[in-house]
């Protein structure tokens, strides 16, 4: 069973900068597609970025201002996110389409809680 792990979650006021990190751990997997996710109170979880062989994807809402990385030695996805925002706040959610044998599934974190202050 992989697991995904996040963590750099946390306080910050606007127009400041936070790194959230994701590590994919387990045996005998690859990864096939990693990303970012989040759900504020009372809303829908929307995407946030995404990558996938070296293409990135991002809502429009943080273009510009965070950046999807990945580290495939490490099996760690980040996501910088700078000039942040009060409507940024919400629980983070890494996302990953994992390949184990013939099968492909996907598999989600247990979130992390980001808050940006006015």
């Known amino acids: 069973q992989v697991q995904l792990v996040e963590s750099g979650g946390g306080l910050v006021q606007a127009g400041g900068s936070l790194r959230l990190s994701c590590l994919a751990s387990g045996s005998d997997f690859s990864i096939n597609a990693m990303g970012w996710y989040r759900q504020a109170p009372g809303k829908q979880r929307e995407l946030v970025a995404t990558?996938?062989?070296?293409?990135?994807n991002y809502a429009d809402s943080v273009k510009g201002r965070f950046t999807i990385s990945r580290d495939n030695a490490k099996n760690t996805v980040y996501l910088q996110m700078n000039s942040l925002k009060p409507e940024d706040t919400a629980v983070y959610y890494c996302?990953?389409?994992?390949?184990?044998?013939?099968?492909?599934?996907?598999?989600w974190g247990q979130g992390t809680q980001v808050t940006v202050s006015s």
């Open positions: 990558t996938s062989g070296g293409t990135t």
């Open positions: 996302n990953a389409n994992l390949q184990k044998g013939p099968w492909s599934y996907v598999s």
